[in-house]
């Protein structure tokens, strides 16, 4: 038997990557691609097509 843990971390987008599961608003989101749009941003796309700006600090 497999045991699922789950943890809540604050995060910046330096340590965000793909198939990662964000909590946006209580809502999970797998990520589906990263990448970077400047200033040190990440620009989070999941896998629903939903897209967030994460800072790089």
């Known amino acids: 038997?497999?045991?699922e843990i789950v943890h809540?971390?604050?995060?910046?987008g330096d340590h965000v990557r793909r198939?990662?599961?964000i909590s946006?608003?209580?809502i999970p989101h797998a990520v589906?691609?990263?990448r970077?749009?400047?200033?040190q941003r990440k620009?989070?796309?999941f896998e629903d097509g939903n897209v967030y700006v994460l800072s790089g600090r």
Do not use: F, R
Not at 8 to 12: E, G, L
């Open 1 to 3: 038997m497999t045991q």
């Open 36 to 39: 970077e749009v400047g200033g």
């Open 24 to 26: 946006v608003g209580g």
């Open 43 to 45: 620009l989070l796309q």
């Open 19 to 21: 198939g990662d599961v």
């Open 32 to 34: 589906a691609d990263v």
């Open 8 to 12: 809540t971390v604050t995060v910046t």
